[in-house]
T-cell receptor, first 120, second 115 residues
């Protein structure tokens, strides 16, 4: 069974600095997707960034980037120039490519989350 | 532009009571999902639907039923609530294509407490 591990329950960063959140996963499959979701106090889950496993190039979205190491099964999130609005729970998630393995979209496996605090 | 709307936002039930959570989306998405989030955990899939009139079980379906009579609505029912069902429930929707191109859109969640 696939699992996702976030080893840092809490992290803290100074405003304008850079922070990296860790995520490792376990799978025996080769085609899958990885996501980082942000959950602010408002509770809504917001997609931050996504990565296709077959793409070696690391995804970037403005101040957010990932370091995807497929062989090591690692998918860390780097937040540059941290802002107060970045304070939230961050969840790493894995989804098998259902187009190749059957099933359906939406069966994401989530980690337990990392609570990020941003200090002014 | 409402996106995904969940009602109610909060609810307290006594053990054995029943209730229905409503999810509505205005994006014409084919797929809809119900997740639960327990303290210190990520989301887990309860049930999902790949189109109007269809439903399927997710990872943790026991104790819940769902219906998708209209494309825009997805209902989650608890027939006899138990304290173990105390959780935050999230609805989501998507176009149902390759996940990279069809991200999930989430509602704001319903906090349910069963005493």
């Amino acid at each position: 069974a696939q699992t996702v591990t976030q080893s840092q329950p809490e992290m803290s960063v100074q405003e304008a600095e850079t922070v990296t959140l860790s995520c490792t996963y376990d799978t025996s499959e080769s085609d899958y997707y990885l996501f980082w979701y942000k959950q602010p106090p408002s509770r809504q889950m917001i997609l931050v960034i996504r990565q296709e496993a077959y793409k070696q190039q690391n995804a970037t979205e403005n101040r957010f980037s990932v370091n995807f190491q497929k062989a090591a099964k690692s998918f860390s999130l780097k937040i540059s120039d941290s802002q107060l609005g970045d304070a939230a729970m961050y969840f790493c998630a894995y989804e098998l490519d259902f187009m190749n393995y059957g099933g359906s979209q939406g069966n994401l496996i989530f980690g337990k989350g990392t609570k990020l605090s941003v200090k002014p | 532009n409402a996106g995904v709307t969940q009602t109610p936002k909060f609810r307290v039930l006594k053990t054995g009571q029943s209730m229905t959570l409503l999810c509505a989306q205005d994006m014409n998405h084919e797929y809809m999902y119900w997740y639960r989030q327990d303290p210190g955990m990520g989301l887990r899939l309860i049930h999902y639907s790949v189109g109007e009139g269809t439903t399927a079980k997710g990872e943790v379906p026991d104790g819940y039923n769902v219906s998708r009579l209209k494309k825009q609505n997805f209902l989650l029912g608890l027939e006899s609530a138990a304290p173990s069902q105390t959780s935050v429930y999230f609805c989501a929707s998507s176009r149902g294509e390759v996940p990279y191109n069809s991200p999930l859109h989430f509602g704001n969640g319903t906090r349910l407490t069963v005493t």
